[in-house]
């Protein structure tokens, strides 16, 4: 089968852990959380240090597509996709972008159900950002989830990427 990387589009709190969480179990797929070096980086260096985080973030990617082991990139492409591109075709793999397309009332209801203040107050921004990886990279998503699938997003997303590991295994 040749190796390929499950990734995400969307906002902060749109669903994209629990997705990768159930895609890794129905298709024993390491996850590769941006998240847990985030709070790595907070808790060794008792704040958050964005360069420390990048280049911690960074060698440990590499070090993963060196592998050659197809995973699921647990994080929002949204403003770095260019970046991991760049590194998926030079290591040779195939990819799938599940983009959260939810609308900005689904998100705020998430976000005060999880209680993400400071995601509330960056509603707009995140949206945004969302709208704009989409305007330029819409044509490379494997699936779009709208809010009238956020419920079933985790069979929509499973089916989704079946299909298109069976198709790419038969090329």
């Known amino acids: 089968m040749k190796k390929f990387c499950i990734t995400f589009a969307g906002a902060v709190g749109s669903s994209k852990s629990p997705i990768a969480n159930y895609l890794s179990g129905k298709l024993n797929l390491p996850v590769f959380n941006n998240d847990i070096i985030r709070t790595e980086v907070q808790e060794d260096m008792g704040k958050f240090d964005e360069v420390e985080y990048k280049k ?14 197809s995973f699921i990139y647990d994080a929002s492409v949204d403003r770095e996709w260019d970046l991991l591109k760049k590194w998926l075709i030079r290591e040779k793999y195939n990819w799938f972008i599940i983009s959260l397309d939810l609308s ?63 198709t790419h295994a038969k090329l």
């Open 56 to 69: 911690r973030r960074n060698e440990r990617a590499e070090a993963l597509l060196k592998s050659g082991v």
């Open 104 to 166: 900005k009332d689904l998100l705020l209801k998430l976000y005060k159900i999880k209680e993400y203040a400071d995601a509330q107050q960056r509603l707009e921004q995140l949206f945004l950002e969302h709208q704009v990886f989409l305007d330029k990279y819409s044509k490379e998503v494997g699936v779009h989830i709208t809010d009238e699938q956020f419920y079933s997003r985790l069979s929509v997303a499973y089916i989704a990427v079946k299909e298109s590991i069976t």
